[in-house]
């Protein structure tokens, strides 16, 4: 069973930039596409971006289009998020997620597997 773990989140100032990182354990991510989400207290988990296997596309939520890529490493079985122009409503706990497709995915239901989370703050 593979586990996931996010890391390099924080607090940073509006207009600054931070990079997620999501290490894998256990089992590898071949033939699998990744996720990022994210949530903030009260809401439902919102879709981030998707990377497909082994990578050559990728699909983005329309809130962040434009100031996050993602990308991943298939050797090192790593994914990150780099995160631009960052808005405090960008604040929320950030997710890694694992799929069973191998196309980009949208939707929660369709990642197995999750990380815990990691905590980015934008302040303003």
């Known amino acids: 069973q593979v586990q996931l773990e996010e890391s390099g989140g924080g607090m940073v100032q509006a207009g600054n930039s931070l990079t997620l990182s999501c290490s894998a354990s256990?089992?590898?991510?071949?033939?699998?596409?990744m996720g990022w989400f994210r949530q903030t207290t009260g809401k439902d988990r919102e879709f981030v971006a998707s990377?497909?296997?082994?990578?050559?596309?990728?699909y983005y939520a329309r809130s962040v289009k434009g100031r996050f890529t993602v990308s991943r490493d298939n050797v090192k079985h790593t994914v990150s998020l780099q995160m631009n122009s960052l808005r405090p409503e960008d604040t929320a706990v950030y997710y890694c997620?694992?799929?069973?497709?191998?196309?980009?995915?949208?939707?929660?239901?369709?990642?197995?597997?999750w990380g815990q989370g990691t905590q980015v703050t934008v302040v303003s």
């Open positions: 997620a694992k799929s069973s497709y191998t196309v980009v995915r949208d939707s929660s239901s369709d990642y197995h597997t």
């Open positions: 990377i497909s296997w082994p990578g050559r596309n990728t």
């Open positions: 256990g089992e590898s991510l071949s033939q699998s596409t």
